[in-house]
């Protein structure tokens, strides 16, 4: 499983790690690899800049935050402080690695 812990697919650095998950649309069929978005914009969805496909492809709407908290995008001292990032897990939900935005390359090869 891959999560990409996004914040919002406004930023730019988000909408590039994006439009590259969506270059590779086709690792992602639920069968041998799934791909989870999450984004804390509202504006995402109204604006249609994630759109989930299935199979393979799904966005988690974080609007209370929590799921970026417990995941480590955010943390209660700095709330406004999103930390993009690349999370990857295997099928017994471990994790198997974390990576910052700009190491979608690693992320993906230890998928």
Known sequence: MLLLLFGSAADPRAAAALGWMQK???LFDDVNACFFGVTVDPQDGAQGRIIPRLPGIRYFTDYDRNLSILLGALSHAEPSRYIPQWLVR???LRMVGRYRLE???RALASL
């Open 24 to 26: 590779q649309a086709d």
């Open 103 to 105: 190491e979608t390359d």
């Open 90 to 92: 295997d099928r017994q």
